[in-house]
């Protein structure tokens, strides 16, 4: 969905400035809904303008779903064994670092993405994955540009990992405790070690990522004004996190501003949370790890 993050620079001239047209296009999509975007965007840009910028998504993906649950196996095992922080409490501080970490490593890809589905059709700035990195880079500032909005999406990312390990390893734990017949089956890897069923996984999951979503959103919207950068027409308004946030409230208010575009998010990471917590566990008894 094109949210106020992604309204362009209006009509001034420039490499890649979109026409005054596709300007006010977008601006209606900002006054529509979730719904309206999804008719709109096929009449303006054919139906593949729905994945514009998922190459770049796929890629990033990958290494991030890999680091963010291998590092919070490493983070949970530390803070207990090193120090001794035991119970939910340590969930919520090792799901915190493992997406501080995971962001880390793959922001740059996440700012690529940004980038290639903010583009309107017959005004595209970036070729692809790699002209994206170019200009970026030759423009922007060098590796500096491709940070651009990182210490809000770090914020953001602590209590949103944190409270997604935390609430799905809270119900995990409440759910085979207190009904581990009806719930829970013993792993395949290990029968002595009871895990949750499939569709309790994927419940779980999905409760698990609205919670944390619907926590950590307004900084999300800060994160993708900072990503887009020079192309906003108030650009100079988004140039931090506390900034952003402030004008955001100040023009748009809560719902329609700092929580604008949630509904679709919800539509997004609930299945998608739901997915990841389930795969995760079941490659755990793939690979033995009960």
């Known amino acids: 969905m094109t949210t106020e993050a992604s309204i362009p620079a209006s009509a001034k001239t420039g490499v890649g400035a979109p026409t005054r047209r596709d300007f006010f ?60 922080i035991s119970g939910h409490i340590h969930r919520l501080m090792a799901g915190s670092m493992a997406g501080m970490t995971a962001v880390i490593c793959t922001y740059p890809l996440d700012m690529i993405r940004a980038r290639l589905a903010f583009q309107v059709k017959g005004e595209h700035r970036y070729a692809g994955i790699i002209d994206a990195f170019r200009v970026i880079y030759t423009q922007e500032g060098g590796l500096r540009g491709f940070y651009r909005g990182l210490t809000p999406t770090i914020i953001g990312m602590a209590p949103y990992a944190g409270i997604s390990f935390f609430t799905f390893g809270t119900l995990k734990s409440i759910g085979l405790s207190q009904a581990p017949g009806v719930l829970g089956r013993p792993s395949s890897d290990n029968p002595n070690v009871l895990v949750l069923k499939t569709h309790v996984n994927l419940l779980c999951g999905g409760i698990a990522g609205a919670f944390a979503q619907t926590v950590s959103y307004p900084l999300d919207v800060a994160r993708r004004r900072m990503q887009l950068g020079s192309i906003l027409t108030e650009a100079d308004k988004c ?43 079941l490659m755990r008894q793939v690979l033995h790890l009960n």
Request: net charge positive.
């Open 25 to 84: 296009w977008l601006r209606s999509l900002v006054a529509g809904g979730v719904f309206s975007t999804l008719r709109a965007v096929p009449k303006k840009e054919g139906f593949l303008g729905l994945y514009k910028g998922n190459g770049a998504m796929m890629v990033r993906i990958f290494p991030y779903g890999a680091i963010q649950f291998t590092a919070f196996d490493r983070y949970r095992k530390l803070l207990i064994a090193k120090l001794g």
């Open 239 to 281: 140039v931090s996190m506390c900034k952003t946030l402030k004008y955001v409230y100040k023009v748009h208010g809560i719902q329609k501003g700092l929580y604008r575009g949630l509904t679709l998010n919800y539509i997004r990471c609930i299945p998608s949370q739901a997915v990841a917590f389930t795969t995760y566990e």
